[in-house]
């Protein structure tokens, strides 16, 4: 069974930095599979954050280009967001996702103004 385990998440003042890790455990070859950080403000729909491939092409939203980075340890089965510049836009409990099929159970992120 696979499962994915988010950490990093806390509390921070605007202009500060947080790195979240996501690692995968159980019978999944990540290497081969596209990890993606979402993210879920309250009241609202959950939305992509950034995506990298397994070729380690990266997609981000316009909202947190330029100041988030995400990146993957394939030895590890971990993928990592560096959030930078944080707004208290950026709260919202953050999701990794592993291929179509698997996430995390989410960390919560709070940019205090």
């Known amino acids: 069974q696979v499962q994915l385990v988010e950490s990093g998440g806390g509390l921070v003042q605007a202009g500060g930095s947080l790195r979240l890790s996501c690692a995968a455990s159980?019978?999944?070859?990540?290497?081969?599979?596209?990890w993606g950080w979402y993210r879920q403000a309250p009241g609202k729909r959950r939305e992509l954050v950034a995506t990298?491939?397994?070729?380690?092409?990266?997609n981000y939203a316009d909202s947190v280009k330029g100041r988030f980075t995400i990146s993957r340890d394939n030895a590890k089965d971990t993928v990592y967001l560096q959030m930078n510049s944080l707004k208290p836009e950026d709260t919202a409990v953050y999701y990794c996702?592993?291929?179509?099929?698997?996430w995390g159970k989410g960390t919560l992120v709070t940019v205090s103004p």
């Open positions: 159980g019978s999944i070859f990540s290497i081969f599979n596209t």
């Open positions: 990298i491939t397994s070729g380690g092409s990266t």
């Open positions: 996702k592993l291929a179509m099929d698997y």
